[in-house]
């Protein structure tokens, strides 16, 4: 039985222990997820726990219960709330309704009154959860809701089969809205390995509930146009200006954990190139796909965005021969067994197609061209590869055989592979020092936040936590956190500073909630653990 998360918020511990052990949660369906001190604590294991429900108190240091519920709704609105308190007053209340709290409850509370409220939540949960799973209502709802006049044209517009003086007047023929000025294409792509009774659902189905979670998240808040294409959802969004599509990604990042959550589906969102032109989407559409293959390095259920994640990458490639692509994406992203493979795939092609020898010599001089253009784009030294001031149309030229032209390429691929590789480790450890170096300069800084750091950087949030995670090992806060705290017991021990000086010199308004921090991180408050070092000495 899937059980419902609960996270309990209160600066009482012996509160927490309490409501824990009034109810069976499990045989009612819950399950505590974890419990929090104040608001600002809960917020971070909100976004880190994605629970269904929040109990929390009103009176809290640092952030009070009614602030923490008006950030939480506007994060996560589905999340159910509930405020207890021992403050029976209207005012409170009032508040409570305002940030759509299920329920408002005085202390001390009544083992029966929470099982009552908590078993009428499950019962909205339950039905909110079949909405969104039922099989039948999702085939009713895929079948009322396919537009085939309006679908074909946007795929016809991603394969760039349009004319670029007939897409206006298809547009308004169908009456699709796509004003611009701004376009960029996403694929949200659902990894199809599945495991438990989740495995019994269609695939399609599954698809068919993440295309509907997408519409009620991107509708709204972004001008999107969703549809279905090979097995994927497609996204057309316009945007307002460029500056949009850090915000987009990230917004973009948020709906691929609630469809983990949701579906129970892994999607991968893909999001290509900024475009200024509908007759410029299928270009947008390759580097969604391309952003989508990077899920192999950075992992799925999160948004890639290809500008972020390559961006020397071009996608206006003139010799689209499937197998070439197919061979520079495994030098990109692939394993040398995998680059090999692709490479004998191209050459055993070759072998079974009979072209004469002009039209081979001419299939190399267009190979060695589409090299030429990947090295560049690619920052590749190409006397590495092929030695100094090569002829390297000549080296073509004189392979022969499908077999010598298989070798020399495979040699040639494996030597950029290990270039590309390198290449990306350095920019990489290139993005995350300038965070750190961006960190040590400003930790003083109350206003510094992961939103800072990525404004400076021209990066999403959703692809800077990941980059930053994966080379450090920690996320940023708790980065930020570590150092802080650092140089807070340099200013204790070394320099004798006061608490409060010290907590404004390493970024914390509230003297208060430094110290909760400090002693939360060092197990004693600051006072204390000077005593103890000075006895030690």
Excluded at 398 to 412: D, N
Aim: hydrophobic fraction near 40%; charge should be negative; glycine fraction near 4%.
């Amino acid at each position: 039985m899937n059980l419902y998360s609960v996270l309990l918020v209160d600066d009482e511990e012996e509160v927490f222990q309490v409501i824990m052990k009034k109810l069976d949660w499990e045989s009612m369906g819950f399950c505590i997820a974890g419990y929090a001190r104040n608001g600002v604590e809960a917020l971070e294991m909100a976004e880190e726990l994605q629970v269904d429900v929040v109990m929390t108190d009103i009176k809290m240091p640092y952030m009070d219960g009614l602030t923490f519920c008006r950030k939480l709704k506007e994060l996560y609105p589905k999340t159910k709330i509930i405020i207890f308190s021992g403050f029976d007053e209207f005012d409170y209340a009032r508040e409570a309704i305002k940030v759509e709290a299920e329920e408002y409850i005085l202390k001390p509370i009544d083992s029966n009154e929470l099982r009552e409220i908590f078993e009428r939540i499950k019962v909205n949960l339950d039905k909110e959860l079949d909405e969104k799973r039922n099989i039948d209502k999702l085939r009713e709802y895929y079948l009322e809701s396919l537009p085939m006049l309006q679908e074909n044209f946007l795929i016809s517009l991603m394969d760039g089969r349009i004319a670029e003086d007939q897409i206006e007047k298809y547009a308004a023929d169908y009456q699709i809205d796509l004003k611009g000025p701004y376009y960029v294409v996403t694929i949200l792509h659902i990894s199809t390995a599945s495991d438990g009774e989740d495995a019994q659902i269609d695939p399609f189905l599954k698809a068919i509930a993440v295309k509907k979670l997408a519409e009620e998240q991107l509708l709204g808040a972004w001008d999107s146009k969703i549809f279905m294409y090979l097995g994927d959802i497609l996204v057309i969004t316009q945007l307002c200006d460029e500056d949009s599509v850090a915000r987009f990604t990230d917004t973009m990042d948020k709906l691929c954990r609630m469809a983990k959550r949701i579906c129970n589906a892994r999607v991968t969102a893909g999001i290509g190139h900024l475009c200024d032109h509908l007759c410029r989407l299928p270009k947008s559409y390759q580097g969604a796909q391309n952003a989508v293959s990077y899920r192999v390095l950075y992992g799925n259920t999160r948004a890639i965005n290809i500008a972020e994640t390559d961006p020397q990458e071009n996608v206006d490639i003139p010799w689209e021969e499937p197998f070439i692509q197919k061979i520079f994406k495994e030098i990109k992203m692939g394993e040398e067994g995998s680059l090999r493979e692709a490479v004998g795939e191209f050459a055993a092609r070759l072998a079974v197609s009979k072209m004469s020898l002009q039209k081979y010599r001419l299939l190399l001089m267009e190979l060695v061209t589409e090299i030429f253009r990947f090295i560049g784009n690619n920052q590749i030294n190409a006397d590495a590869i092929f030695g100094q001031d090569s002829d390297i149309y000549n080296q073509a030229l004189q392979l022969e055989s499908t077999q010598a032209l298989k070798e020399w390429l495979e040699e040639s691929c494996i030597r950029m592979r290990r270039q590309v590789l390198h290449e990306r480790q350095d920019t990489t450890k290139s993005f995350v020092t300038k965070a750190i170096e961006y960190v040590k300069e400003h930790y003083g800084d109350q206003e510094l936040s992961i939103e800072t750091i990525c404004g400076c950087l021209s990066v999403s949030a959703a692809y800077f936590s990941t980059v930053f995670k994966k080379e450090t090992g920690k996320t940023f806060i708790n980065y930020l956190t570590d150092y802080r705290m650092d140089k807070a017991l340099e200013l204790l021990l070394e320099k004798g500073e006061k608490t409060y000086i010290i907590a404004e010199k390493v970024g914390y308004s509230d003297p208060n909630y430094f110290s909760y921090v400090f002693k939360k991180q060092f197990g004693m408050s600051p006072s204390k653990y000077k005593a103890d070092k000075l006895e030690q000495r």
